[in-house]
């Protein structure tokens, strides 16, 4: 399975960014898709996730301005960022699990490369 994240870039705070991912080699609509971020210095952190059946959780600060949705006709999963701040600067990553929606990196089995997301203030 493999997982390839797009999307990011430069962009001032108040703005909006939405990410990619699309998943090839596996069956999409079977797994559980999530989106982390890392700081640098910092852990990778739990952004959101998505279940097979489209049930979604945003973690953390993203709440209210982030949102999270899945085209399995595409194999694709979307992260839309509303109201960025600086502090959701961070490289953004996606990943997929056939069960778990915890929120240790650990846990997921996939993993995409990476989308860098600047925001400026």
């Known amino acids: 399975v493999q997982l390839q994240a797009s999307g990011g870039g430069l962009v001032q705070a108040g703005g909006s960014l939405r990410l990619s991912c699309s998943v090839s080699?596996?069956?999409?609509?079977?797994?559980?898709m999530a989106w982390f971020r890392q700081a640098p210095g910092k852990e990778r952190k739990l952004v959101s996730v998505?279940?097979?059946?489209?049930?979604?959780n945003i973690v953390g600060s993203g709440g209210g301005r982030f949102t999270t949705s899945r085209d399995n006709a595409k194999n694709t999963v979307f992260l839309q960022m509303n109201s960025l701040k600086p502090e959701d600067t961070a490289t953004y990553y996606c990943?997929?699990?056939?069960?778990?929606?915890?929120?240790?990196?650990?846990?997921?089995?996939?993993w995409g490369q990476g989308t860098l997301v600047t925001v400026s203030s």
């Open positions: 990943a997929a699990d056939k069960y778990s929606t915890s929120n240790r990196p650990s846990e997921y089995e996939f």
């Open positions: 998505i279940t097979s059946a489209g049930i979604t």
């Open positions: 080699g596996g069956t999409f609509s079977s797994y559980i």
